[in-house]
């Protein structure tokens, strides 16, 4: 038994693997985000330092953000895969889809970054002033 356009096939999926790798990646980190205050407690500990963690509201809606939107990508990439997948096995040409959905995600991932480099350095700014 053969696939007809298996290549094609095999490209969907690859791609579709790479987008769930990628959602898992940055689940993980926004994980690693917003459980931050955990670490920061225990280097405090052995430090023998008091940590003032009342700013960790925004950390922990940084990792948040970012677990939803990993799920969001792993949702974006099984519509991608299964759309793609019929449009493979389809006769006729067909448009290509917008990739606006793709460009937002990637948008919102940046914003997250960018507040969450703000957070940090800000903390490290306030910290060293005090």
């Given at each position: 038994?053969?696939?007809?356009?298996?290549?094609?096939?095999?490209?969907?999926?690859?791609?579709?693997?790479?987008?769930?790798?990628?959602?898992?990646?940055?689940?993980?980190?926004?994980?690693?985000?917003?459980?931050?205050?955990?670490?920061?407690?225990?280097?405090?500990?052995?430090?023998?330092?008091?940590?003032?963690?009342s700013g960790q509201v925004a950390?922990?809606?940084?990792?948040?953000?970012?677990?939803?939107?990993?799920?969001?990508?792993?949702?974006?990439?099984?519509?991608?895969?299964?759309?793609?997948?019929?449009?493979?096995?389809?006769?006729?040409?067909?448009?290509?889809?917008?990739?606006?959905?793709?460009?937002?995600?990637?948008?919102?991932?940046?914003?997250?970054?960018?507040?969450?480099?703000?957070?940090?350095?800000?903390?490290?700014?306030?910290?060293?002033?005090?």
């Amino acid at each position: 038994m053969t696939v007809s356009r298996f290549s094609d096939h095999a490209a969907n999926e690859r791609t579709f693997l790479a987008w769930v790798r990628t959602a898992i990646a940055v689940m993980a980190f926004g994980f690693l985000v917003e459980r931050f205050d955990i670490f920061l407690k225990i280097a405090g500990q052995s430090l023998h330092k008091s940590i003032d963690l009342s700013g960790q509201v925004a950390g922990s809606f940084v990792g948040l953000t970012l677990i939803i939107a990993g799920a969001t990508m792993v949702a974006t990439a099984m519509l991608r895969f299964t759309r793609n997948r019929a449009a493979i096995n389809d006769e006729a040409a067909q448009q290509a889809p917008s990739g606006n959905l793709d460009l937002a995600l990637a948008a919102l991932i940046v914003l997250l970054g960018l507040a969450l480099a703000f957070y940090l350095g800000e903390s490290l700014v306030f910290s060293r002033t005090h």
